[in-house]
């Protein structure tokens, strides 16, 4: 009797411990997949000789004496427009991860760029004719060097970042002020570079 009551109690155990065990092995494996998906990109997308860049601060290239196309008779620029982008730009470096923002000397890489055009362009009208959705356009040229080769990389231009946004509510969005729009466009804009950076060339 004493032999039976203790068989049950181990078979019992044993059957804790496997289902216990399953838990564990579930629970790591969603971690393992959780880690993997998070990543803003991943390291074997980019050539293992690189692991640092420098950002040389954007130059503005805006000609705002020349005419445009759009709804505007001349370019439009935003002061220290340029500034704002290489900070994007260089924090978003900092956040991913893959490549490490240096000075130049101990650089890669080396990431030169142009503010060539900023743009607000209306893409909607109110029944009064009142201008209700803006599209920011900003557009840069890039160019990407191998500093050790002095050698070209990658050159981009015309590389866009935008958003869009409401002046008044709608049924299709809340509004945003100009300068909470141009700031989620530099965004988009310094997300676009750096997935163009660490992507396979």
């Known amino acids: 009797m004493g032999g039976e009551g203790t068989g049950k109690i181990t078979n019992t155990g044993e059957k804790k411990m496997k289902i216990m065990r399953y838990w564990v092995i579930a629970l790591l494996g969603y971690c393992v997949i959780g880690l993997l998906g998070c990543g803003y990109t991943t390291r074997s997308m980019i050539s293992n000789k690189f692991h640092t860049i420098y950002i040389t601060p954007f130059v503005n290239k805006i000609d705002i004496t020349k005419e445009t196309d759009a709804g505007y008779k001349y370019r439009i620029y935003r002061p220290m427009l340029e500034t ?82 409401f002046t008044s509510f709608t049924t299709s969005g809340t509004p945003k002020s100009e300068d909470v729009a141009v700031n989620d466009a530099l965004d988009d804009l310094a997300r676009r570079i750096v997935e163009r950076t660490v992507e396979q060339w």
């Open 84 to 165: 704002d982008i290489t900070k994007k730009v260089t924090n978003k470096y900092l956040f991913d991860g893959n490549l490490r923002p240096v000075k130049t000397e101990s650089a890669d890489l080396i990431l030169k760029g142009e503010l060539v055009e900023f743009r607000r362009d209306p893409l909607r009208y109110t029944d009064n004719d009142e201008i209700e959705e803006y599209r920011i356009n900003i557009l840069v040229n890039l160019s990407l060097w191998d500093r050790k080769e002095n050698k070209l990389v990658w050159q981009e231009n015309n590389f866009t970042g935008d958003y869009t946004y």
